[in-house]
């Protein structure tokens, strides 16, 4: 595969109006995403800008970005958009929709979604989970949950996902990653479904692709992507990125 990271970013959110530019220990939100894509060298790293600020952000951080129409309905028609733009030629067969803010990613986490991909020569999308042994967010609407059957020598297959507790049972939960690796064909196949019924009620995109007979497979992660949605959350980031740059200056 010859994959291309695209991280979709606008300035409307409803928590954190202007997040992608976010001051982080003196670097913008989006850049330090950027920083944490180019890290994974997962492949070239390009920001689906839905504002002219983010993209000039962006490429004066020393990044590429393309603006994409502001109208669009989600990050992934973001992503297409972006894609179709800047490689129209179809160089890039594999995209990564990597959310524009995590700005901090453990290592291999994208790494880890494209071979997902490149394991299973039948599926359409791979994405990613984490553990939760003890079921601590089985109960928490706001952690979205993959139902996951393993699978000898394959990644896991993707069954559902909710914001309810599922699977049924004793056992652990496996708390999903909104983090994906598309076939390209995949993402336009995807990007031109309309929502479908369980996708509105769960309020979860991906299921639009279950629900549309794609196969979804995903890779256990270790460690869950620190994510920015609130003042709280951005006040984390900034104290994790302050130790580290206090811990390398010492």
């Not at 909104?178 to 369980?198: D, T, V, W």
Request: proline residues 8%; aromatic residues 4%.
């Amino acid at each position: 595969m010859n994959p291309i990271v695209v991280i979709p970013a606008r300035m409307a959110s409803t928590r954190l109006p202007g997040k992608p530019l976010a001051d982080i220990c003196g670097r913008a939100m989006i850049l330090r995403v950027l920083d944490a894509a180019m890290a994974e060298n997962a492949g070239p790293v390009l920001v689906a800008a839905g504002d002219p600020e983010i993209a000039e952000a962006v490429e004066a951080g020393g990044g590429r970005a393309v603006l994409t129409d502001p109208k669009l309905a989600s990050g992934s028609d973001r992503v297409l958009a972006a894609v179709k733009a800047a490689d129209p030629d179809g160089a890039h067969d594999a995209v990564v929709n990597l959310q524009g803010d995590l700005p901090w990613l453990p290592a291999g986490t994208l790494r880890a979604a494209l071979d997902a991909l490149a394991a299973d020569s039948e599926a359409d999308i791979a994405t990613l989970a984490v553990e939760d042994a003890a079921r601590a967010a089985a109960d928490n609407p706001n952690v979205v949950k993959a139902v996951l059957a393993a699978r000898a020598g394959l990644p896991a297959r993707a069954l559902y996902f909710t914001r309810a507790a599922a699977p049924w049972g004793e056992g652990p939960l496996w708390k999903h990653v909104g983090i994906y690796a598309y076939r390209r064909a995949a993402l336009e196949r995807f990007c031109a479904l309309p929502p479908s019924a369980l996708e509105q009620r769960e309020r979860l995109e991906q299921l639009r692709a279950l629900e549309a007979g794609m196969t979804i497979v995903a890779a256990p992660l270790d460690a869950v992507p620190d994510g920015v949605d609130t003042p709280e959350d951005l006040e984390r980031a900034r104290a994790r990125f302050a130790t580290r740059t206090s811990a390398a200056d010492t």
